[in-house]
């Protein structure tokens, strides 16, 4: 029974830090876009990977 005066302000104390987390999470905009991922996935870049070799000009002209 003792135990529980230990565990009970450990266990306020992990809860106000998780609660403060959230809310510092809320306020630096974590959670605003959504949806922006998750569409961005389907995008195509327009930057090719894999560099492409230099073309060459006609000097005859």
Do not use: C, N, T
Not at 15 to 38: H, K, N, T
Not at 39 to 56: A, G, V
């Amino acid at each position: 029974m003792s135990i529980l005066y230990l565990l009970i302000p450990i266990s306020l104390l992990v809860m106000g830090i998780a609660i403060a987390v959230f809310l510092w999470a809320i306020r630096s905009g974590q959670y605003e876009d959504l949806e922006g991922p998750a569409h961005r996935i389907l995008m195509d870049d327009d930057d090719p990977r894999i560099p492409r070799k230099p073309e060459l000009k006609d000097e005859d002209e």
